[in-house]
């Protein structure tokens, strides 16, 4: 009894907390953390795998610049690795997890916490969404049951080790959808201070939907939700590259225009810890490749994309997207990480998500009409053309009459430019089952194939000894 | 237990019979040194239990039959035979012991007789260590006790030494041993991590609080190693426990005693270390000139120049004119050339003279006694850049109010000034595998690390500027407007009460108060080299490559610009501690038929601790006017945009508590049994109930064999066995079971907000850090205890040990710190002590120690990388020892003398991958430990009538130690060369007989070549940069003289004694390849300092 007493009284005594860790307990402190839910890990290393580079010389090579190019094994864990992405994804996941354990039975205005909630779904089906694509097959509805995916968590972990397994990639698209469209239903821009463009808004979560439907296949509800966010006047949401140009006083200042939260045209920015953008490190676009990609368009304009580019190497450029920001661990050390902000959601993505839809759908028309949008912003004064007059310059600039596959080539020409240097032409390579010729320093050429294994990343080393994780085929 | 016991009484009963031809014998004891009357000495007839005990006068009585031997034993004394014959009065003599079994071993919980005592404790009476002229006690434990390692890593005040009791018990966690003062734990005043030791960053002056203590006050040290003398710690004792008992009164006569040491600091000079001279250094800036490295352009834009950058930039000036065909001003240059700056002589101060008062008045009666003492401690310093003052009092009291009922009442207090040079603190760069630390004026990282050729003053004496940090720098100016002032304040009180409730049962309370401030102000004065670095931009050269300059987002196409317009900064770190600790125990001790002696202690702790530190900078400090503050708003916004913050505040509670229980038996002081169980519980571990608390235990015997009657051997004197078997633990590092979100501000361009993270998940698995150890050991005295010692052997399996593992990263952690590491470790200890000659007037006694630790890391799931194991401190690698010393394989300069190394398949390259994790075993050589697993002492004490002479030697052996880095991919000018530069590579051909690498040319250097400029940093790491750590020093050596009676009371005073003791005087033995470079310390700069060599005078007198 006596010892019941002390012991009880012990237990109050050493309830003190050690120090001053926060405690998840009201919807404000729940919001700020999931302002940490969004991964500081770039997935840009999937440039260097992609054709949108060639062998640039002069550049420092990291080893995961070479293993990237050559379509190896990674072996680094640090930044610009797929090791580095999965565990500050997972990261990123785990935040959103702590908040969803605790918002429901949590005291505070409903109204907020079910905002909350929204994003930390949101947060989590973002995080889970990018792991699968990278990690994983391409969702293919025939036999997505049975690929294998990722694991999909939902729950904070507890204990020191936890054992996971790989949902399938059905599975793992189904959880998105739900925690996607929960999320969609609850998120409310009104609790975001500042711009909110580093939190989803409604805007971001839309985007994020049109990217999720048009890799599922479902190309009803990609242009269901793509319509919701562009509605009537879509150039709203394409960025004025002129007129950035118009404004910028120098170089920098364009990169800071270009991905400004005030530019209506970014959805979703994230800060990510990268080398990716240090023009002398890695591969680039050569010169010409460079010139290829941007001065080889069907209107024989100058492409307002190509300009301004930093010198890469010897040989190769790098267009100006990425501010070059440091964070330093002291004032006066010089040691720290490079870090960039990211574009992780565009307007222009939805755009050509629809105008991939229309094609799909043979609304060619319509497609050119959303691709017209976007290169009276992009091509250096372009004369104002329908839909039909853009139909016949793209049969004689392709040399065929198929203005289905025309509307479709230039729409992949037209996302990889847009999209340079920012990851996602990977995903069209995977997805639409492109192949990839890379030259080697001696001259040598290498190919990844249509359905190469290697475009389904490697799950990192420690997953699979540590965490047991089945490894891909290769 | 009880139940037992009772047979136990009836078997020996049975041996009480009579023997016939009884008579009474009596007699007196006295003691042989002063004739004292002995009291309570037990009297008792050998092979029976048949015994009594001397009265008030000494007398004693006893029947006993001719052919029995009496036995006479008395704490403290050796024992006595006597046969009784046909006397009837037997008058005895005891002999005192001067051998460790007559004294008490006192653990902070209790006091034992060494003779029951079942542990492994050694103890270290205070006026045997004593070096005169140390300001830090615990220095004086080196060499002194066999198994404990001491590590003086700087000599800087405040610093505590590196202490090790029987090696290592954790791996990433603390490894220093719990200091207990007088039954209380010291608590640390600020929270210093194990391996911040060697930073030489500011905080490691104000971590330690022994550096608060007169080590005058200090009546002894004990030692506990085993499980079984540290049980009473439970948690907290897994590294061991050095207890520290302090001076108190004495009843009788009022006696006052001053000592004061007078100490001369001895300067190092460059004859210790590998270093070139100006001349030599002028040849190797002549070949960078000829390589293109240094020349006008280079020199315009240089962040740090030296002479020749100095000639150029005067040129550029037209402030003096090229030599014919514009080669470099020959005539400038000799002046330099032939300057050989001695920067020790610069720097150091001649003969410094540190002085330490202290006095102590002792008075008492039977009902009261007192003890007080007041010291002064006043340093000016080794070198120009630092000094410190202590002042410290104690007050003791100790109050008999009945004879069941006594008190001690203690206050102690301690204040310390001190100024220390200006330092940040270093970084770990893991691209290059190196610590930095940016504008270090660290004197003697100042005199080793910079060119000779580079001069303090000009002709006309004026102070001349080089530059550094584009900025001028004069290294007397900067001393003098960087620097950090400590201020530490302590205060404590404790109250310790005793009462006895029954004749065998006492209550026992403790109950301290503690508070302690520490204060860091770090002056950075507008004038600095530091603070005019921030505004160094006077060309667009230095505009675009200055670092502190701010590239203003809001004003695109400006060249990065100054913001710091004017004044400097002021940074302040506050540590605050506040500590509660109450104890209360009751025992309960009783001897049942003089033979059967049972003990049994229970009691109850609770500490209570909170620690806050506060960091605060302030920026745009105008001294020169008042201390007024001008902070440019894009200061802050510069700051903001790389993530650093101004204010930072931390608060750090600490809740403990413990119950615990000891029995102790013992039968006829022959055998000894021992047992000891704790519960312990503490808040550290979070909120988690489970992990909360945790049980230790241990259990002990002890075997006295030489009472045994069938141990016959004349020669020994006493023979003790012992064996321990126990758990002990304690609570390791990155402890919390809990989720840990921690709030932080976004670093981003816009948008900026708060934001929380997690810093660690919830860890409901988490446990302490145990350690299961078995020790076996003897003690022995032989030849009348002229030779008596001591050895131990232990195995020890450290297990739960946290250590980092790699998850698969899907819970959100990739790296996590778990209980997942467990460490063997086994070792000896030795220690002997002789008395070898005593002739007349003369002895010669000599005591050496010896121990070895040897420790294997069985479980660790993860190797650190490459680039971590590297370094010069070592780095935990499965199936090594705790902190293993790794190498990169030198594989020889190649066919341009850069280095090359051998990579795991054996192919020579010039660059590994830094961050490999995997490989690491075969990549790397494993060297050996990178901390000394043997060490050890051998002091030899002579005296002759009033003279002594005491000559210690201290040694350390089995570890490897990594050479400073020397080589760098860029020299400048500014830098000193070590003196093997002679040999350096200089045409081909060269690498067949030189490891030194050539100096890069320009070509090489900016080509892109990035796999050359690595190999210099993998050279500093490489398996030509280690030496063996071993070291025989002289620690000390000292002569002293003691007045005789009459002398001193002709100056008026009872005892008089005058010393004179040099320390650190020379290393005796050392590896040749460490070239100078002393194996006891690391050169990180900062805030660290060589032990000094120190001259003392030593004189004290009691009146």
């Given at each position: 009894m006596f010892s019941l007493l002390v012991l009880g009284s012990c237990d109050r005594f050493l309830e003190e907390n050690p120090d001053n860790r926060v405690e998840l307990n009201n919807p404000d402190k729940a919001a700020q953390l999931l302002t940490n839910a969004?991964?500081?890990?770039?997935?840009?290393?999937t440039e260097w795998m992609s054709d949108n580079v060639s062998y640039t010389f002069g550049t420092t090579k990291l080893p995961e610049h070479d293993q990237a190019y050559t379509w190896s094994e990674f072996t680094g864990i640090d930044q610009d690795t797929p090791s580095q992405f999965w565990t500050s994804t997972y990261d990123a996941i785990a935040h959103s997890n702590e908040v969803l354990a605790v918002i429901d039975n949590m005291d505070g205005d409903r109204a907020h916490k079910q905002a909350v909630k929204g994003e930390a779904l949101l947060t989590r089906a973002y995080g889970h969404f990018m792991l699968v694509n990278l990690f994983a097959e391409h969702y293919d509805g025939a036999t997505a049951d049975t690929d294998p995916g990722i694991p999909y968590v939902l729950e904070p972990e507890t204990v020191f080790i936890k054992k996971y397994t790989r949902n399938t990639v059905e599975e793992v698209y189904d959880f998105i959808e739900d925690d996607l469209l929960e999320g969609l239903d609850l998120v409310d821009d009104s609790y975001y201070a500042n711009s909110g463009k580093y939190h989803f808004t409604r805007n971001a979560a839309l985007a994020f939907a049109s990217r999720f439907y048009l890799f599922k296949g479902d190309l009803n509800d990609c242009v269901k939700y793509s319509n919701q966010l562009l509605g009537a006047n879509p150039s709203l949401y394409v960025k004025n590259i002129p007129a950035l140009l118009e404004e910028r006083i120098n170089t920098d200042d364009y990169v800071r225009l270009y991905h400004s939260p005030n530019d209506d045209s970014n959805l979703l920015l994230m800060r990510q810890i990268s080398n990716?953008?240090?023009?002398?490190?890695g591969h680039w676009p050569t010169r010409p490749l460079y010139s290829q990609l941007f001065e080889i368009n069907p209107y024989g304009l100058t492409d307002e994309r190509q300009d301004p580019a930093w010198v890469a190497g010897e040989n190769g450029l790098s267009a100006t997207k990425f501010e070059f920001l440091f964070e330093r661990t002291s004032i006066t050390s010089n040691v720290g990480f490079n870090y960039t902000i990211f574009l992780a959601f565009r307007g222009e993505e939805v755009l050509l998500n629809r105008a991939e839809c229309y094609i799909a759908q043979n609304n060619v028309d319509a497609a050119l009409a959303d691709l017209l949008v976007l290169a009276s912003r992009r091509y250096r004064e372009i004369p104002t053309i329908t839909p039909a007059q853009l139909k016949q310059a793209l049969r004689s600039y392709y040399g065929s009459t198929n203005d289905q596959l025309n509307a479709f080539v230039y729409l992949l020409e037209e996302r990889q430019k847009e999209f340079i240097h920012e990851g996602m032409r990977w995903f069209d390579i995977k997805r639409l089952d492109i192949p990839v010729t890379h030259m080697l320093q001696d001259g040598g050429m290498i190919t990844l194939d249509e359905e190469d294994n290697r475009k389904v990343l490697q799950i990192p080393q420690a997953a699979i000894d540590v965490g047991g994780l089945e490894p891909n085929p290769r | 237990m009880m139940k037992f016991l009772v047979p136990i009484v009836l078997v020996f009963g049975i041996f009480v019979q009579t023997r016939g031809q009884e008579v009474t014998i009596t007699g007196k004891v006295t003691a042989t040194s002063n004739g004292d009357q002995l009291p309570g000495v037990s009297v008792r007839i050998n092979n029976s239990v048949r015994a009594t005990v001397t009265d008030m006068n000494g007398d004693y009585s006893i029947s006993a039959s001719p052919a029995d031997t009496l036995l006479f034993t008395f704490v403290g004394y050796n024992v006595e035979r006597q046969i009784v014959g046909q006397r009837q009065v037997i008058n005895v003599q005891l002999e005192e012991v001067?051998?460790?079994?007559?004294e008490v071993v006192i653990t902070g919980f209790q006091e034992v007789q060494r003779k029951l005592f079942t542990g492994s404790a050694a103890n270290v009476k205070m006026s045997e260590a004593k070096i005169t002229g140390m300001t830090d006690a615990t220095q004086m434990l080196e060499g002194r006790v066999a198994g404990v390692t001491v590590d003086n890593v700087s000599g800087t005040f405040g610093t505590s030494p590196k202490i090790r009791i029987r090696g290592n018990t954790s791996i990433n966690g603390d490894n220093q041993p719990l200091f207990v003062v007088d039954g209380v734990i010291l608590e640390d005043l600020n929270n210093v991590s194990a391996d911040d030791i060697i930073t030489g960053n500011a905080n490691t002056l104000t971590a330690?609080?022994?550096?608060?203590?007169?080590?005058?006050?200090?009546e002894s040290f004990q030692v506990l190693k085993d499980a079984s003398a540290t049980a009473l710690y439970g948690t907290r004792a897994k590294s061991g426990v050095i207890v520290i008992t302090t001076k108190r009164g004495k009843s009788g006569q009022t006696r006052v005693n001053y000592s004061g040491n007078f100490s001369i600091h001895l300067r190092p000079s460059y004859s210790q270390f590998d270093i070139m001279n100006s001349v030599d250094e002028m040849s190797v800036y002549r070949e960078m000139y000829e390589k293109g490295l240094i020349d006008i352009t280079t020199s315009v834009k240089a962040q740090n120049y030296g002479p020749m950058g100095k000639m150029f930039n005067l040129l550029n000036e037209k402030q003096i004119s090229w030599g014919p065909n514009y080669t470099p001003n020959e005539e400038f240059l000799n002046i330099y050339e032939t300057a050989n700056t001695d920067w020790f002589d610069v720097l150091f101060r001649d003969y410094s003279l540190q002085q330490q008062h202290s006095i102590s008045l002792t008075s008492g009666t039977e009902k009261h006694n007192s003890y007080y003492s007041l010291s002064f401690l006043n340093d000016n310093g080794q070198t120009i850049a630092d000094n410190v003052k202590r002042y410290s009092g104690t007050a003791k009291n100790s109050f008999q109010f009945t004879n069941r009922f006594s008190m001690d009442l203690k206050l102690t207090a301690n204040y310390r000034l001190q100024k220390v040079p200006g330092t940040q603190n270093r970084d770990f760069d893991p691209i290059t595998g190196r610590y930095r630390r940016d504008f270090d004026i660290n004197p003697l990282s100042y005199a080793l690390n910079t060119s000779r050729s580079i001069r303090p003053y000009d002709d006309n004496g004026e102070l001349e500027y080089f530059r550094r940090n584009y900025a001028p720098f004069n290294i007397l100016r900067e001393v003098e407007l960087n620097y950090i002032n400590i201020n530490v304040a302590d205060i404590a009180t404790q109250a310790d009460i005793n009462y006895d409730l029954t004749d065998n049962l006492t209550f026992r309370s403790t109950l301290q108060g503690r508070y302690a401030t520490t204060q860091r102000e770090h002056v950075i004065h507008e004038h600095s080299n530091q603070a005019e670095a921030y505004r160094a931009d006077d060309t667009q050269y230095i505009q675009e490559a200055n670092q502190l300059l701010f590239t203003d987002p809001n004003d695109p196409g400006a060249l990065p610009k100054v913001v710091l317009p004017e004044g400097g900064f002021n940074n302040v770190n506050e540590d605050e501690l506040k500590n509660f600790y109450i104890r209360n125990s009751v025992d309960w001790s009783s001897t049942f038929n003089n033979v059967h002696n049972i003990s049994v202690m229970a009691g109850q702790e609770v500490k209570y601790t909170d620690r806050m530190a506060r960091r605060v900078d302030g920026i745009g400090v105008v001294y020169e006017n008042g201390g007024i503050v001008n902070t440019d708003p894009l200061m802050i916004e510069f700051l903001n945009q790389q993530g650093i913050q101004t204010y930072e505040i931390s608060v750090d509670r600490e809740r403990f508590a413990g119950f615990f229980l000891n029995g102790a038996y013992s039968f006829n002081e022959k055998y000894i049994f021992n047992g000891t169980v704790r519960y312990d519980g503490s808040n550290r571990l979070g909120k988690s109930k489970n992990a909360r608390y945790l049980p230790t235990w241990n259990v002990s015997g002890a075997w006295n064999?030489?009472?045994?009657?069938?141990?016959?051997?004349?020669?020994?004197?006493y023979l003790k066995l012992r064996a321990t078997y126990g758990l002990s633990a304690n609570l390791g590092p990155n402890t919390s079971a809990l989720l840990n979100l921690r709030s932080a501000v976004t670093l981003r361009p816009t948008d900026v907000e708060t934001y929380l993270f997690i810093q660690d998940l919830e860890n409901s698995d988490l446990t302490w850090e145990k350690l299961n150890e078995l020790n076996v050991g003897f003690d022995f005295g032989a030849y009348n205890n002229r030779v008596t010692g001591t050895a131990d052997f232990y195995k020890r399996n450290s297990f739960d040990l946290i250590g980092q593992i790699q998850t698969s990263g899907v819970g959100g952690n990739a790296f996590k710190w778990g209980n997942y590491a467990d460490m063997a470790s086994e070792g000896f200890e030795v220690a002997i002590n002789t008395v070898n000659l005593t002739i007349n007037d003369f002895t010669w006694m000599t005591n050496f120690n010896v121990g070895y630790a040897r420790d294997r890391i069985t479980r660790l799931d993860f190797n650190p990388r490459i680039a971590d194991a590297v370094v010069q401190g070592g780095a935990a690698v499965i199936g090594g020892p705790r902190r293993g010393l790794f190498s990169t394989k030198f594989a020889g300069l190649d066919s341009r003398g850069i280095p090359t190394y051998y990579d795991d398949t054996g192919e020579v390259v010039y660059n590994y991958d830094l961050q490999d994790r995997e490989n690491l075993r075969s990549i790397l050589k494993f060297e050996g430990s990178a901390e000394p697993r043997g060490a050890g002492g051998l002091s030899n004490i002579f005296n002759y009538k009033n003279f002594s002479l005491n000559v210690f030697l201290s040694f350390k052996f089995d570890y490897k130690i990594r050479l400073d880095d020397a080589f760098s991919p860029r020299y400048t000018d500014f830098s000193s060369m070590p003196r093997s530069f002679v040999n350096r590579w200089m045409v081909p051909g060269d690498e067949e007989f030189t490891d030194v690498p050539v100096i890069l040319d320009k070509e090489t250097l900016e080509g892109g070549f990035t796999d050359y400029l690595s190999a210099y940093d993998l050279y500093n790491n490489s398996t030509v940069r280690v030496a063996d750590g071993s070291y025989l020093r002289l620690k000390s050596v000292r002569l002293g003289y003691s007045l005789p009676g009459n002398l001193a009371r002709r100056i008026g005073a009872n005892t008089a004694s005058v010393s004179v003791e040099a320390q650190n005087m020379l290393l005796l033995y050392s590896d040749p390849a460490l070239n100078g470079q002393d194996p006891e310390f690391f050169s990180t700069g900062g805030v660290a300092l060589p032990q000094p060599r120190l001259i003392t005078t030593s004189i004290t007198i009691g009146f």
């Open positions: 969004y991964s500081n890990a770039a997935y840009t290393f990716f953008h240090l023009p002398n490190l | 001067s051998t460790e079994l007559g330690s609080s022994i550096a608060g203590i007169n080590p005058d006050d200090i064999v030489d009472r045994e009657s069938f141990f016959q051997v004349p020669w020994i004197n």
